[in-house]
């Protein structure tokens, strides 16, 4: 509670706040206007622009961001695909944000790593060392312990950790081809990712092989085996649009919908990786989601190859 002072007269109230509280951004303070939870003379003040008078009084009930709560357990039923004292293989659904993140503070896979084992907690990120984007299923690896987190975290950057994917994208592919095309932050669009200028961006390369097609709505739609030799944020989705070959119901990309999918036609379906503790060779698959299977059966697409 304080004052408006007369050399503060004019001033909006959510920059008022921000001298008042000054450990919360000014966002958050926004927000706390929003849901009632400041008033002026008694008065809740639901405009963040309202301009202050000298003399009144502000009363601001301060709560905690979402974020400082976002790192919490919470009981989500996970697939796992493999799990052992040292790691686990999570198959995750569309739909399941990774990180706790603006808009998705809590439901996330983080928060259910943190409710699934109580190692969990310790750990950077709760173990996680790679991501899927949300609309993206399949298969992910996880630490459990320190010792595992590191060692993955180098296989990654080694290249040593082998990801293959199932997609449904716009076009026909008749063959094997390449791209090699390093990846940036589009320069428009932040929520983005864009094929870099030359000798700027990050290297990134994917394989891609044909596992048949068909036609949808008088249009050619394939099916294709993707292998990464990169793991760039939405490289495949970027590599293909770049390749005339937008993935199926990936509105961020331009890929119209069909076949009933509502999210892009992506799945994490092949990790391979070296066990980072036992030194086992271990090689897992995760089959085609409920969305996935009737769409990629409808085309009469080939599976995965052994």
């Not at 992910?140 to 290249?159: D, E, F, H, S």
């Not at 199932?166 to 592919?173: I, Q």
């Amino acid at each position: 509670m304080a004052d408006v002072e007369e050399r503060e007269r004019g001033e909006r109230l959510d920059r008022w706040l921000t001298r008042l509280a000054p450990e919360f951004s000014r966002n958050h303070l926004q927000s706390l206007i929003e849901r009632g939870c400041v008033t002026v003379d008694g008065r809740p003040q639901a405009k963040a622009a309202h301009k202050l008078r000298a003399g009144q009084r502000v009363e601001v009930e301060l709560q905690p961001t979402e974020e400082s709560q976002a790192f919490k357990a919470e009981a989500i039923a996970l697939d796992m695909a493999f799990e052992d004292e040292h790691l686990l293989v999570v198959n995750k659904p569309a739909g399941l944000v990774v990180h706790p993140a603006a808009g998705n503070w809590s439901g996330t896979l983080m928060n259910g790593l943190l409710a699934h084992h109580p190692g969990a907690g310790a750990l950077p990120r709760a173990g996680i060392v790679h991501r899927l984007d949300k609309d993206t299923s399949g298969l992910m690896v996880v630490g459990k312990t320190l010792a595992a987190v590191t060692a993955l975290a180098r296989q990654i950057a080694a290249r040593e950790v082998h990801r293959e994917y199932l997609a449904l994208a716009w076009g026909r592919v008749e063959s094997a081809f390449v791209v090699e095309q390093p990846l940036r932050r589009d320069p428009v669009s932040r929520v983005k990712m864009a094929i870099a200028p030359a000798g700027l961006g990050k290297p990134a390369r994917t394989d891609v092989f044909p596992l048949g097609g068909g036609e949808v709505q008088g249009r050619a739609v394939c099916a294709v085996h993707c292998v990464l030799h990169t793991g760039r944020t939405h490289q495949i989705r970027v590599h293909l649009t770049h390749s005339g070959h937008p993935l199926l119901a990936d509105a961020l990309y331009g890929g119209a919908p069909a076949l009933g999918l509502a999210r892009q036609a992506l799945h994490a379906a092949r990790l391979s990786f070296t066990h980072p503790i036992t030194g086992a060779a271990l090689a897992l698959t995760a089959p085609l989601p409920q969305d996935l299977a009737p769409a990629w059966a409808e085309i009469g697409a080939a599976g995965l190859p052994r």
